[in-house]
């Protein structure tokens, strides 16, 4: 029996479907995801290492859980929203365990599900996918979800209201309303957009601000 060469997960090259949880085999090469045949090369944003590989070093990204061994919580956030959405040019802690980023053409913000496991409520699954045929809500680097600003942010900004929705909050936008005014004005932005587009967030948490909160260390 000839055995497979250790594959060197530091290769960019590396990063294909045939390396990948999520790809069944060259039997069947069907993605888990997506269902269907694929041999992708450098360009899939849902790849992760496979569990049973053979590798020269340990990867970064396995599929199941592994701890983050000298990496802070807010490091592997930022590089996950690199990964997503292009190098952040600002960032924000808007709570324990929840950060948004900016970057010249996008953002988003990613939260710790460690710290935040009530918003794997919103989806019963262990590869949080937000939508289907859409790569913007996933479980990354371990214990991290990204969600991006255009529809998918307002879930944490519901879950977190109290925590998130502060008058520092609010001077990052071009308000001069009283502020609890502009709370109460935010708040229904979030239910009309969280209704049009997660509208399944609203059954699991149909009032703002229930997500459990956490003392700040």
């Not at 989806?123 to 991006?148: C, K, M, N, P, W």
């Not at 998918?152 to 309303?177: C, G, H, M, V």
Request: positive net charge.
């Amino acid at each position: 029996m000839i055995e497979s060469r250790p594959v060197d997960p530091t290769k960019y090259s590396n990063r294909k479907c045939e390396h990948c949880e999520f790809w069944g085999d060259w039997d069947n090469p069907i993605c888990k995801l997506s269902k269907k045949q694929k041999e992708y090369y450098n360009r899939c944003k849902n790849f992760v290492w496979r569990k049973d590989g053979n590798y020269t070093v340990p990867p970064e990204n396995y599929a199941c859980s592994m701890p983050a061994k000298g990496k802070k919580p807010v490091v592997i956030a930022r590089k996950l929203a690199a990964q997503m959405w292009g190098r952040p040019d600002g960032q924000l802690k808007l709570a324990e365990g929840i950060w948004m980023f900016s970057t010249p053409s996008h953002g988003g913000i990613i939260v710790d599900t460690d710290v935040r496991p009530e918003i794997l409520k919103v989806r019963a699954l262990t590869f949080v996918y937000i939508r289907a045929g859409s790569s913007s809500g996933y479980t990354d680097e371990q214990h991290f979800v990204a969600l991006e600003e255009d529809c998918d942010a307002s879930i944490a900004e519901w879950l977190y209201a109290n925590e998130i929705i502060t008058p520092r909050y609010q001077k990052r936008f071009t308000s001069e309303e009283p502020f609890e005014t502009w709370k109460a004005n935010r708040i229904d932005m979030l239910y009309k957009s969280l209704n049009q587009w997660n509208s399944d967030v609203l059954k699991v948490f149909p009032v703002p601000g229930t997500g459990q909160p956490v003392k700040t260390k």
